[in-house]
């Protein structure tokens, strides 16, 4: 499937670049679980998509050297918070991961250390950046 160059989000942020690949997945997975359940009611499509995040998200880390919880960078990482929060990925301890992810974004640690979007951290951590 071909993904469009750029998306302007609900949030009223745009993402753009290899970053929308990874919006699309981190939203088709919580629309899924949402839809058919924790394991997605065995959807095969969910599955791949679900195997797909989750080795892109491991590659970073083990491949890349990435910090942990981290994806290739400060968009696709802040995408792929909700999905760990909601636990939609069997393959990883999805808390360990949301919080070593959330612990880079408060401490301005990695790719944080620059300025970010406010409106992509606020959408990617909601209300309960302020409890973690």
Not at 115 to 125: F, G, M, N, Y
Request: hydrophobic share 40%.
């Amino acid at each position: 499937m071909e993904l469009p160059t750029s998306i302007r989000h609900p949030a009223g942020f745009s993402i753009s670049g290899a970053s929308v690949g990874t919006f699309l997945r981190s939203a088709l997975l919580i629309a899924g679980q949402k839809a058919l359940g924790k394991r997605f009611g065995g959807s095969e499509f969910y599955e791949r998509v679900e195997k797909d995040l989750a080795f892109g998200i491991m590659r970073s880390h083990f491949h890349h050297g990435y910090p942990k919880g981290a994806h290739c960078c400060v968009q696709c990482t802040l995408a792929v918070i909700p999905v760990l929060e909601a636990g939609a990925i069997r393959y990883f301890d999805c808390r360990e991961l949301s919080s070593a992810a959330r612990r880079l974004v408060r401490q301005r640690q990695w790719r944080f250390a620059k300025s970010t979007d406010p409106r992509i951290v606020r959408w990617a951590l909601g209300d309960q950046s302020q409890n973690r």
